[in-house]
């Protein structure tokens, strides 16, 4: 099996079709405390961003995700973003507030578990997950998410075999 190698500008998509996918175990809550999860959003690819409101790069990220997302209008990939906060809504709620974020679907892990089962070393981490819950892209630090580089970044991940280098 491919492993998943990341180096300055690059992501190489690893061949991940022998694990099970992420979205089979991966549970989060809405903003009004109701539970959710990936699972819900089987047969569609999301691009799930990893954030929490004390990360800095997570804040300049934020406003160019919404963007994206109204951008798509509901087309692929679906895009999340999935704060760790432990106080959750109470702070999550503000900075969106804060930051003029209005319509991008923001989920709450308090727990963090989904830190580990993510392998996420640092925040923000944004990871793009095939309409088969398969993980197809991963990228660190902040991104121009709404420029047409990074979306055509995005069409091709989501349209290439796993295993090819993408810029």
Known sequence: MATLAIAVGYV??????????????????RLDGSSTGL????????LLTVWATWCWSCRQELPALARLHRGLGGRTPAVIALSVDRDGADVVEPLLEQLNVKDLPVFLDPTGA????????????????GSDGVEKGRWHGVKAWD???MMDEIAALIADSPGKQVR
């Open 12 to 29: 190489v998509v690893a061949d991940r079709s022998s694990r099970s996918p992420i979205a089979d175990a991966l549970v989060f809550q």
């Open 147 to 149: 420029e047409k580089p």
């Open 39 to 46: 699972a819900g959003f089987r047969g569609q690819a999301v």
């Open 114 to 129: 989904s830190v580990g089962r993510l392998a996420i070393s640092g925040l923000p981490t944004t990871i793009l997950l």
